[in-house]
Antibody, heavy 128, light 108 residues
Framework: EVQLVESGGGLIQPGGSLRLSCAASGFAVSSNYMNWVRQTPGKGLEWVSVMYSGGSTFYADSVKGRFTISRDNSKNTLYLQMNSLRAEDTAVYYC??????????????????????WGKGTTVTVSS | SSELTQDPVVSVALGQTVRITCQGDSLRSYYASWYQQKPGQAPVLVIYGRNIRPSGIPDRFSGSSSGNTASLAITGAQAEDEADYYCNSRDSSGNHRVFGGGTRLTVL
């Protein structure tokens, strides 16, 4: 069964650090684009970071320089190291697999991307 | 612009058709994907690409796109369709993802 399970959330003081884990089963993290997405209580979804299968990483401006995405292929696990945490980082953090496809229309190639597998999320609360 | 704009609240009568829209410059270059989220649950993919439904998603859900606007339609809305709906795409760089602010759908 294809599945993602996040862990590592908790209560942390402002300025502290936390590492989230996302254990995958049924597919290889290393062969896919993997994202972290967060949701502040009562608010919408916010993309946080992505790691490409080739190892490239990208971050939202709100977390760049503070968060680091990584993976351990032997454990088939994605991580999010969060440093210098702020109250506004309080959220449910989801990991999501991103897949892609392609097609041709009127002789033009097109591509599309979608997050097809999501974990249930882990809650991070930044508060003193 | 890297923003995707959605109407915050939309309502539909039971059994009627509703369209939820998502606007953004990046939609001229990238297809949107759509996610349904019910309270306390993780998002679920409902539409992606050129109107593709994942396995298990009812065929009353459909998607379309024109210019800078992507749309999710529900034909014959059911009570269980009441949820928050989010669109997602990439920004102009192609490497950052972006979500719309979400639309809360109420089925009357």
């Amino acid at each position: 069964e294809v599945q993602l399970v996040e862990s590592g959330g908790g209560l942390i003081q402002p300025g502290g650090s936390l590492r989230l884990s996302c254990a995958a089963s049924g597919f290889a993290v290393s062969s896919n684009y993997m994202n972290w997405v967060r949701q502040t209580p009562g608010k919408g979804l916010e993309w946080v970071s992505v790691m490409y299968s080739g190892g490239s990483t990208f971050y939202a401006d709100s977390v760049k320089g503070r968060f680091t995405i990584s993976r351990d292929n032997s454990k088939n696990t994605l991580y999010l190291q969060m440093n210098s945490l702020r109250a506004e980082d309080t959220a449910v953090y989801y990991c999501a697999r991103e897949s892609y496809g392609s097609g041709t229309s009127l002789g033009t190639n097109y591509y599309y991307y979608y997050m097809d597998v999501w974990g249930k999320g882990t809650t991070v609360t930044v508060s003193s | 612009s890297s923003e995707l704009t959605q109407d915050p609240v939309v309502s539909v009568a039971l059994g009627q058709t509703v369209r939820i829209t998502c606007q953004g410059d990046s939609l001229r270059s990238y297809y949107a994907s759509w996610y349904q989220q019910k309270p306390g649950q993780a998002p679920v993919l409902v539409i992606y690409g050129r109107n593709i439904r994942p396995s298990g998603i009812p065929d009353r859900f459909s998607g379309s796109s024109s210019g800078n606007t992507a749309s999710l339609a529900i034909t014959g809305a059911q009570a269980e369709d009441e949820a928050d709906y989010y669109c997602n795409s990439r920004d102009s760089s192609g490497n950052h993802r972006v979500f719309g602010g979400g639309t809360r759908l109420t089925v009357l």
